[in-house]
């Protein structure tokens, strides 16, 4: 009994590290068991082809999901001072206002920021200063690309949810930001 | 009721819609992109990446997420015909390009799993929207200008789907994406590359490898299903691919 016992519980083993590997891809462990989380959390992903049609090695977009948050328990080791230090802002207790930060100079021009605060949060960051390598001139060129729509871009009003940019991960940016900030802390 | 941190060297937005909103879960949210900047930041000398660069860390002994970014990242390589890659110019390695767009997505999921449906967050310019925005309509994204200071938007567009939305470009930063195939290739001809896809992630991923790819990258997106892209070249002459177009009037309001 307790062999047949044994037995039925091994290939039930097996054949959930079989399903397991063929839902999740044989790059997880299976022996992980949290894993069953994973498709518990995981938001409903549209599924999406590559097109046929188009010429070159087709790429074959898999849907990855990436697995759900872990608390931020591991990574405590050996603090060491980091260099360069980033200006971690925290947020604190502010005072409500707006508050510019100082200019700092990046790359190619200064970078200065406006860090507005109300209810003691940051509400709102805006550039005042901002590096400008780019002409600004904007003129029709006359190249058509096959297919594809073209147009010469416009300034839209503001009104909007939120706005999608490149990111500005500067040290400069960093920089006016926390200047800002240090003048609205209480 | 929208909350921004900054983390990561960037502002961290996350907006609720009314009656959703507790601070607790923008507690959480940013909490874990402390712990994300924590282990990924190559600024940092005692995070996981800055020993991996350093040898401090062996492959065998990565952590569970710093394994799946790089398992992520090979994948992206291969997807996007090697223009995708966390190997540096000087050897070592930054994630940041997948880091950003897998980050969002979490932090999504943190809010979904506390049966929030109303929400976008936001860090550095890359947008996880879902459901809809204060008014009950889809979440209304501005494209940045690449040629002004100011958050000043050239284009808007509609997220009825829960759509991530993703833009690369070189000018803030200056030149922070390069070819991987070509590391003198300036890639000056196109400023600007914005995706849309079915989530931040992958939106995220491909806007950086097609804005790496130059002129090419808006037929790259052309040709992958699911996602749409619009690519601004450095005379402010923008091109769309074909499905970009609906995502650009609020079609969607009335199955709100």
Redesign the interface.
Known sequence: MKKALLSSSLIFVFIAYVLHVRILGA?APAF?APQSSKTS???S???????T??A??K??????S???????T??N????????P?P????GKYKNGSYTGTAVDA??GNVQVKAVIAGG?????????????????????SYA?P????????????????????????AA??ES?SSALSQAMI | MKQIQIIMGTPVIVEISSGEAKQELFDEVFDYFKYVDQKFSTYKEDSEITKINKKQIKEKEMSEDMREIFELSEETKKLTNGYFDIVTPNGSYDTSGLVKGWSIWNAGKILRKRGIKNFYVEAGGDIQAMGRNEKGEPWCIGIQNPFNKKREVIKKVFLPKDEGIATSGSYVRGAHIYNPKDKNDKLEEIVSMTVIGPNIFEADRYATASFAMGKDGIFFIEGLEGFEGYSIDKKGIATMTTGFQNYTNNNNKQYA
């Open positions: 790059e992980l959390v995981a938001l992903l549209p599924q999406y082809n590559t097109n049609q188009t070159s090695p790429p074959k977009p898999t849907t990855a990436p697995s759900p948050a872990r608390p931020p591991q990574n080791s050996a603090p060491s001072t980091p260099v360069p980033p971690v802002v925290d947020i790359y190619y949060k940051i509400t709102d960051v805006q550039f005042l200063d901002y590096p400008q390598d780019r002409q600004n001139s904007v003129r029709i060129n690309m297919r594809l729509t073209s147009e010469a871009i416009s300034i839209q009003d503001s009104n909007v949810d939120t706005v999608s940019g490149a990111s500005f991960t500067s940016f960093r930001l």
